[in-house]
């Protein structure tokens, strides 16, 4: 039911959001002339459907004869579905009508974001100058650590006194409460001490290969205990690798500061 609901809520929107567009086609036109169809007098502009087969088409749908047939079929449903609803009177609940703006807002921005990378398209050189940023701030080294999480501090001390008797690591891994790893010896596999959180990291930077802590190390989580299995050299991703990323970073910057400039600007009470 839950589904059904947000279903219905995100087909009502919509065909809402795209009202507007309807109605201004049909006004151009004098009414029914470039639709796909009309419905009780409306007209669906063709426009609206060749939108729907272009964003259908852009995740890998086909363009034959069915698929439009589908499109106009769907197409029919929701202004049936709107024409209905405002017999009813639904388009005039405040709930709806908040919906209907968020919707439209959604529009706008999605559009003005488009419309904003394509004024501002971004160069391999501030690609690459962010490449090289990333690459002096990211870590050298990655380690395969094992840990062992307990609550109190006494019993992660005890488990050090085990280990220095001749204790497993893997067998006292089992009295670990983190459920990811205690069936697994304790491994957390490979990665760099950025991943961690700061006291966690800190005290694997300082362990040599095969070498455990001597003391608990607390986190917000409990304490550990933390043996470092073995390190590598960790190389960074090559530039063509990550450049799609690469660019949605930089655009996202360039947009938040845009947004900031805008704030500035505006008189906000």
Same mark, same amino acid.
């Given at each position: 039911m839950h589904n059904l609901s947000k279903l219905a809520g995100a087909?009502?929107?919509?065909?809402l959001i795209s009202w507007p567009a309807t109605a201004a086609e049909k006004a151009k036109s004098g009414g029914t002339a470039g639709a796909v169809a009309t419905v009780n007098g409306v007209a669906i502009s063709q426009k609206v459907a060749d939108a729907v087969l272009a964003a259908q088409k852009a995740r890998g749908a086909p363009d034959t004869p069915e698929v439009r047939k589908n499109i106009r079929e769907q197409l029919i449903t929701r202004e049936l579905l709107v024409q209905e609803a405002k017999k009813?009177?639904?388009?005039k609940r405040p709930e709806v009508v908040f919906q209907i703006e968020q919707g439209r807002q959604?529009? @706008?921005?999605?559009?003005? +974001?488009? $419309?904003?990378?394509k004024k501002n398209p971004i160069s391999d050189e501030q690609l690459k100058a962010q490449y090289d940023r990333m690459k002096s701030q990211a870590p050298?080294?990655?380690?395969?650590?094992?840990?062992i999480l307990v609550e109190r501090e006494d019993d992660a001390k005890t488990i050090i006194a085990n280990l220095k008797k001749g204790g497993k690591f893997d067998e006292l891994a089992k009295q670990s409460k983190d459920p990811g790893s205690k069936d697994k010896g304790g491994d957390l596999g490979w990665s760099s001490t950025a991943n961690y959180v700061k006291p966690f990291g800190?005290?694997?930077?300082?362990?040599?290969?095969?070498?455990?802590?001597?003391?608990?190390?607390?986190?917000?989580?409990? @304490?550990?205990?933390?043996? +470092?299995? $073995?390190?590598?050299?960790?190389t960074p991703p090559p530039f063509e690798q990550i450049k799609p990323q690469l660019t949605q970073r930089v655009q996202e910057e360039l947009l938040q500061k845009y947004v900031a400039e805008l704030r500035s600007k505006a008189k906000i009470d």
């Open positions: 087909m009502l929107i919509g065909a009813l009177g639904i388009d959604e529009v @706008y921005i999605g559009a003005f +974001v488009m $419309d904003f990378a050298t080294t990655e380690y395969k650590v094992r840990h800190d005290a694997v930077a300082g362990l040599a290969k095969g070498k455990y802590t001597e003391t608990p190390v607390k986190t917000d989580f409990g @304490y550990h205990v933390i043996l +470092v299995e $073995d390190s590598r050299p960790l």
